[in-house]
């Protein structure tokens, strides 16, 4: 479907007349037409769809700022998409409807991949400026899933399960990208199911033995305060030995919490751990399945109780907290600012 995907959008676009902005629900559409792009030699970018106030303008900015070769839409989305251009400085960017694109009888030959060539603008979250877009080669995306699969200890055969935006980089990255590219299988929950009712997530990590899948701390907590016991009933949470827990702060206290509350259903206490990560390098940096050293320091005034977490192995000599007055490594149990090298670091904004 995926090649098909890619010869329908070689009859009416060339990769250099800019990316492809794709403007879809999360599932077997988006799915098909993110790796028919890549496979047509397009850079993508996944991009929240249009609502009247903020996230009008947020698309608009974004649209205005990508220039893409035209925009693509599924399920019905083609007349909102449309009409949040007509105004706008943007209007004269196509939007397409990929279910009525023909399939051509013979394309043109798909080109060859080149690792180096940006394969997704993927924008920043804007948690501490106003987003950008980051492009990410296809040998970043490669290098970031091999971290995070390593760290993890996720393989083939293994059950990912995102609920997060595919247009944000942790839905995108986690939900497609390190799944795919490790031979593992993803379950899709709409973001707003699982908002709606948390227990939702919990009862498709039992009922599809996912090992890897995550979210924010408003998700832990949400969980907490909202599945009650008879909810409960009958979950094994066995097979999720990664919790990853990632994108604003993590109080380690909600950890310990969650742990307690789901050990009844065979949740492992190792696999509930903190995360670093940020759209420059693809998305995961750091966090795996922490353990606690009684010979660690205190932690400094402000951060509150941290649990330990680890790195890979191969991210020893790439990961630094460094004072940035001074540009000098920071002591054990001392704040830094958090330097990164390596593979995953994007080709730039």
Same mark, same amino acid.
């Given at each position: 479907?995926?090649?098909?995907?890619?010869?329908?959008?070689?009859?009416?676009? +060339?990769?250099?007349?800019?990316?492809?902005?794709?403007?879809m629900p999360?599932?077997?559409?988006?799915?098909?037409?993110l790796?028919g792009?890549?496979?047509?030699?397009?850079?993508?970018?996944?991009?929240?769809?249009?609502?009247?106030?903020?996230?009008?303008?947020?698309?608009?900015?974004?649209?205005?700022?990508?220039?893409?070769?035209?925009?693509?839409?599924?399920?019905?989305?083609t007349?909102?998409?449309?009409?949040?251009?007509?105004?706008?400085?943007?209007?004269?960017?196509?939007?397409?409807? &990929?279910e009525?694109?023909?399939?051509?009888?013979?394309?043109r030959?798909?080109?060859? $991949?080149?690792?180096?060539?940006?394969?997704?603008? $993927?924008?920043?979250?804007?948690?501490?400026?106003?987003?950008?877009a980051?492009?990410?080669?296809?040998?970043?995306?490669?290098?970031?899933?091999?971290?995070?699969n390593?760290?993890?200890?996720?393989?083939?055969?293994d059950?990912?399960?995102?609920?997060?935006? +595919?247009?944000?980089?942790?839905?995108?990255?986690?939900?497609?990208?390190?799944?795919?590219?490790?031979?593992?299988r993803?379950?899709?929950?709409?973001?707003?199911?699982?908002?709606?009712?948390?227990?939702?997530?919990?009862?498709?990590?039992?009922?599809?033995?996912?090992?890897?899948?995550?979210?924010?701390?408003?998700?832990?907590?949400?969980?907490?305060?909202? &599945?009650?016991?008879?909810?409960?009933?009958?979950?094994?949470?066995?097979?999720?030995?990664?919790?990853?827990?990632?994108?604003?702060?993590?109080?380690?206290?909600?950890?310990?919490?969650f742990?307690?509350?789901?050990?009844?259903?065979?949740?492992?206490?190792?696999?509930?751990?903190?995360?670093?990560?940020?759209?420059?390098?693809?998305?995961?940096?750091?966090?795996?399945?922490?353990?606690?050293?009684?010979?660690?320091?205190?932690?400094?005034?402000?951060?509150?109780?941290?649990?330990?977490?680890?790195?890979?192995?191969?991210?020893?000599?790439?990961?630094?907290?460094?004072?940035?007055?001074?540009? +000098?490594?920071?002591?054990?149990?001392?704040?830094?600012?958090?330097?990164?090298?390596?593979?995953?670091?994007?080709?730039?904004?």
């Open positions: 479907a995926a090649l098909d995907r890619a010869a329908a959008l070689a009859q009416f676009a +060339h990769p250099e007349d800019g990316p492809l902005a794709l403007v999360c599932g077997a559409q988006f799915t098909v037409t790796f792009a890549l496979y047509a030699g397009f850079t993508v970018t996944a991009i929240a769809q249009p609502r009247p106030g903020v996230a009008m303008l947020r698309f608009n900015e974004i649209i205005r700022d990508c220039a893409p070769a035209a925009i693509l839409c599924s399920d019905g989305l007349p909102r998409v449309a009409a949040a251009l007509s105004d706008g400085p943007n209007f004269a960017v196509p939007v397409i409807d &990929v009525t694109l023909p399939v051509p009888d013979a394309g030959p798909l080109p060859e $991949q080149d690792p180096t060539r940006p394969v997704i603008l $993927q924008y920043t979250s804007g948690s501490t400026r106003a987003p950008k980051v492009a990410l080669s296809g040998a970043n995306v490669m290098a970031n899933a091999d971290l995070a390593g760290t993890w200890g996720t393989a083939e055969g059950v990912y399960l995102t609920w997060l935006p +595919h247009f944000h980089d942790m839905g995108l990255m986690g939900g497609f990208f390190y799944p795919i590219l490790v031979g593992a993803s379950v899709l929950l709409d973001p707003l199911h699982m908002i709606q009712r948390p227990e939702r997530w919990l009862r498709l990590i039992s009922e599809h033995r996912v090992s890897c899948s995550g979210g924010p701390a408003f998700a832990f907590a949400h969980c907490l305060e909202n &599945v009650t016991d008879e909810q409960c009933a009958g979950l094994d949470l066995s097979s999720w030995t990664s919790a990853f827990c990632g994108a604003e702060p993590v109080p380690a206290a909600l950890m310990a919490a742990r307690d509350r789901f050990a009844p259903y065979g949740l492992n206490p190792h696999g509930v751990f903190g995360s670093y990560g940020l759209a420059e390098y693809g998305l995961m940096v750091a966090g795996g399945n922490p353990t606690l050293s009684a010979e660690r320091p205190s932690p400094p005034p402000g951060c509150g109780a941290i649990r330990q977490g680890s790195i890979a192995p191969e991210m020893e000599n790439d990961l630094r907290l460094v004072d940035p007055d001074t540009r +000098h490594s920071v002591a054990p149990g001392e704040a830094g600012e958090v330097w990164v090298r390596g593979a995953s670091v994007a080709l730039g904004y």
